[in-house]
């Protein structure tokens, strides 16, 4: 396991060794080359940052850099410490061996290309077709993936469709009625017609997730919209095709909250394979119930980790105060924070808010691009190159306390790097605004953005 990590280090070590003087950026700097090298030889990240910091502390608090030879003294903590974390490469207990429980994840940028393969997958299933979603329109999109799911059921496939009670009225008549029709199981999230039976009205189910077979997942922003067919297209999304053991968090996340809404008990074993690719990779339900500031949480030990560049895409962009200092506290340790957001929002009232809240983030020095039509629904964050978390979550207090949602955290530098071109190519076609174009804003318009904030929490 360790060969190659030998054969990379060996010269840059050796050379180390041999320096009479030793500073800090030099340490530095060998850290980040064994780091890297101990990723690329399938270390599992967790050990890889304990043993960083473990050498860091020695080498800094046994004074090397004041020793006769502190290139030596150091190399040898380098190498001391590699053999305490690692122990035997071979043996297959031992922590440091990143687990070979992965996945593979695809992203979906067009709406139809995202679209196209559920509906594929629907009609390959054998077993069963679990769909959750926020909107299901009875239209052009809604449509074709309903006759779908009717000839699934046709197979003898069970299928199980949830759709939030709020979401299934953006088009009329909703298509929970043409899917019962056609023999389709479908029930609606927290849905009534008496608003005396709806207490929790404003705990909307926001996830968008799809399991077939019990092996394969679909999960992102994308809700099902002919908005996304158009030419042009009027909105564009992101979504991801899961394979590997991560498919069980999608899976068990469906399942409980069919017993909720459906009375039903349906399986919840995994049935894929268990080394599905090369990505380290979890589903993280979050909501207002035993999942409750999960998200909140994930954002801020992301934001806190950063030591280089934090990269976020969203369409929303109204965090609370714990996540706007968590960004101004790394910009001010110098990490880079890029924000994409759409140039015209759709819910003009977050629109305004969202420009208060980035308005002293750019000040602070934040970089914030606005993208032009169509409208971007993306929900991406990455950070550092190797970090990339993508779901149904928006950066709102909606988002973070009120709805369910389900989002995807990866450990992988490719699919960083597949993340990353897809930012740049959104940040082409967008424009930087500083803070003098803040400046140049009319008194009004800082008082109405401001006013707008006060709304936060419930937005």
């Given at each position: 396991?360790?060969?190659?990590?030998?054969?990379?280090?060996?010269?840059?070590?050796?050379?180390?060794?041999?320096?009479?003087q030793?500073?800090?950026?030099?340490?530095?700097?060998?850290?980040r080359?064994v780091?890297?090298?101990?990723?690329?030889?399938d270390?599992?990240?967790?050990?890889?940052?304990?043993?960083?910091?473990?050498?860091?502390?020695k080498?800094?608090?046994?004074e090397?850099?004041?020793?006769l030879?502190?290139?030596?003294?150091f190399?040898?903590?380098?190498?001391?410490e590699?053999?305490?974390?690692?122990?035997?490469?071979?043996?297959?207990?031992?922590p440091?061996?990143k687990?070979?429980?992965v996945h593979?994840?695809?992203?979906?940028?067009?709406g139809?290309a995202?679209?196209g393969?559920?509906i594929?997958?629907?009609d390959?299933a054998?077993?069963?077709?679990?769909?959750a979603?926020?909107?299901?329109?009875?239209?052009?999109?809604?449509r074709?993936?309903?006759d779908?799911?009717?000839?699934a059921?046709?197979?003898?496939?069970t299928?199980?469709?949830l759709?939030?009670?709020?979401g299934?009225?953006y088009?009329?008549?909703?298509?929970t009625?043409r899917?019962?029709?056609?023999g389709?199981r479908?029930?609606?999230?927290?849905?009534?017609?008496a608003?005396?039976?709806?207490p929790?009205?404003?705990?909307r189910?926001?996830r968008?997730?799809m399991?077939?077979?019990?092996?394969?997942?679909f999960?992102g922003?994308?809700n099902?919209?002919?908005g996304?067919?158009?030419?042009?297209?009027?909105?564009?999304?992101?979504?991801?095709r899961?394979?590997?053991?991560?498919?069980?968090?999608?899976?068990?996340s469906?399942?409980?909250d069919?017993?909720v809404?459906?009375?039903?008990?349906?399986?919840?074993?995994?049935?894929?394979?268990?080394?599905?690719?090369?990505?380290?990779?979890r589903?993280?339900n979050?909501g207002p119930?035993a999942?409750?500031?999960?998200r909140?949480l994930?954002?801020?030990?992301a934001?806190g980790a950063?030591?280089?560049?934090?990269?976020?895409?969203?369409?929303?962009?109204?965090p609370d105060?714990?996540?706007l200092?968590?960004?101004?506290l790394?910009?001010?340790k110098?990490v880079?924070?890029?924000?994409v957001?759409?140039?015209?929002?759709?819910?003009?009232l977050?629109?305004?808010?969202?420009?208060?809240?980035?308005?002293?983030?750019v000040?602070e020095?934040?970089?914030?691009?606005?993208?032009?039509p169509p409208?971007?629904?993306?929900?991406?964050?990455?950070?550092?190159?190797?970090?990339?978390?993508?779901g149904?979550?928006?950066w709102?207090?909606?988002?973070?306390?009120?709805?369910?949602?389900?989002?995807?955290?990866c450990y992988?530098?490719?699919?960083?790097?597949?993340?990353?071109?897809l930012?740049d190519?959104?940040?082409?076609?967008?424009?930087r605004?500083?803070e003098?174009?803040?400046?140049a804003?009319?008194?009004?318009?800082h008082a109405?953005n401001?006013?707008?904030?006060?709304?936060?929490?419930?937005l």
């Amino acid at each position: 396991m360790f060969e190659n990590l030998t054969d990379r280090l060996g010269q840059s070590l050796k050379g180390l060794a041999g320096q009479g003087q030793l500073t800090e950026d030099n340490i530095r700097d060998t850290l980040r080359e064994v780091r890297k090298a101990l990723l690329e030889a399938d270390v599992a990240l967790p050990v890889v940052k304990e043993f960083v910091e473990q050498v860091k502390e020695k080498a800094l608090g046994q004074e090397v850099l004041k020793s006769l030879n502190p290139g030596q003294a150091f190399v040898k903590i380098v190498n001391d410490e590699l053999v305490h974390t690692m122990g035997d490469a071979n043996d297959a207990r031992n922590p440091a061996r990143k687990p070979p429980v992965v996945h593979k994840t695809e992203g979906r940028r067009g709406g139809g290309a995202g679209l196209g393969a559920m509906i594929q997958a629907v009609d390959q299933a054998r077993d069963s077709v679990l769909l959750a979603t926020y909107i299901f329109g009875n239209d052009a999109a809604g449509r074709p993936l309903a006759d779908a799911l009717e000839r699934a059921v046709a197979r003898g496939v069970t299928v199980r469709v949830l759709v939030d009670g709020v979401g299934a009225l953006y088009s009329l008549p909703p298509i929970t009625l043409r899917l019962r029709r056609r023999g389709v199981r479908v029930e609606r999230f927290l849905h009534s017609i008496a608003p005396w039976r709806m207490p929790y009205l404003n705990l909307r189910n926001h996830r968008k997730l799809m399991v077939v077979d019990r092996c394969i997942g679909f999960t992102g922003g994308m809700n099902i919209r002919a908005g996304y067919l158009r030419e042009p297209a009027r909105i564009q999304d992101l979504h991801a095709r899961v394979e590997g053991p991560p498919v069980s968090n999608l899976l068990g996340s469906f399942v409980a909250d069919w017993a909720v809404t459906g009375g039903e008990t349906l399986d919840d074993n995994y049935l894929g394979a268990l080394d599905a690719g090369g990505t380290l990779a979890r589903g993280i339900n979050a909501g207002p119930d035993a999942d409750f500031d999960k998200r909140r949480l994930t954002l801020l030990a992301a934001i806190g980790a950063a030591e280089h560049e934090v990269r976020i895409v969203t369409p929303y962009f109204v965090p609370d105060q714990t996540l706007l200092a968590s960004l101004q506290l790394a910009l001010l340790k110098g990490v880079r924070v890029n924000i994409v957001v759409p140039q015209k929002n759709n819910l003009r009232l977050v629109q305004w808010a969202s420009l208060h809240a980035l308005r002293w983030l750019v000040r602070e020095g934040a970089e914030l691009h606005v993208s032009a039509p169509p409208f971007d629904h993306t929900k991406l964050m990455t950070v550092d190159g190797h970090w990339v978390l993508l779901g149904s979550g928006n950066w709102d207090a909606r988002s973070l306390r009120l709805n369910f949602e389900f989002d995807m955290e990866c450990y992988d530098d490719p699919l960083s790097e597949q993340a990353n071109d897809l930012i740049d190519r959104r940040l082409r076609g967008a424009r930087r605004v500083g803070e003098a174009e803040f400046r140049a804003m009319g008194r009004w318009r800082h008082a109405r953005n401001a006013l707008a904030h006060l709304f936060e929490p419930y937005l």
